[in-house]
Nanobody
Framework: QVQLAESGGGLVQAGGSLRLSCAAS????????MGWYRQAPGKQRELVAH???????NYADSVKGRFTISRDNAKSTVYLQMNSLKPEDTAVYYC??????????WGQGTQVTVSS
């Protein structure tokens, strides 16, 4: 089993910044990919960004240039630095990790609210 502990969500004004963190523990011997997804009310969950074990990143077009994903392999932690936030970034943000031989694991989610 893998446990994910997310933190960093909250309320921020448009143009502001937040940093999300997600620490993995448990069966984490080979985490292949760590990433962030989000789900706004009435919408499907969508990929925000992910990063592989060797640092290859992928971003949704809507966040390119504003969000930066990074990971600390020693701490099994992934971060999402969110700058220039917009009201349309409001959503529940979920951490997801893919573990070799064990599958996908999701965090509980953290609310990000951007006021206009």
């Amino acid at each position: 089993q893998v446990q994910l502990a997310e933190s960093g969500g909250g309320l921020v004004q448009a143009g502001g910044s937040l940093r999300l963190s997600c620490a993995a523990s448990g069966y984490i011997f080979s985490i292949i990919v760590m990433g962030w997804y989000r789900q706004a009310p009435g919408k499907q969950r969508e990929l925000v960004a992910h990063i592989t074990s060797v640092g290859i990143t992928n971003y949704a077009d809507s966040v390119k240039g504003r969000f930066t994903i990074s990971r600390d392999n020693a701490k099994s932690t992934v971060y999402l630095q969110m700058n220039s936030l917009k009201p349309e970034d409001t959503a529940v943000y979920y951490c997801k990790v893919v573990v070799a031989g064990a599958g996908d694991y999701w965090g509980q989610g953290t609310q990000v609210t951007v006021s206009s």
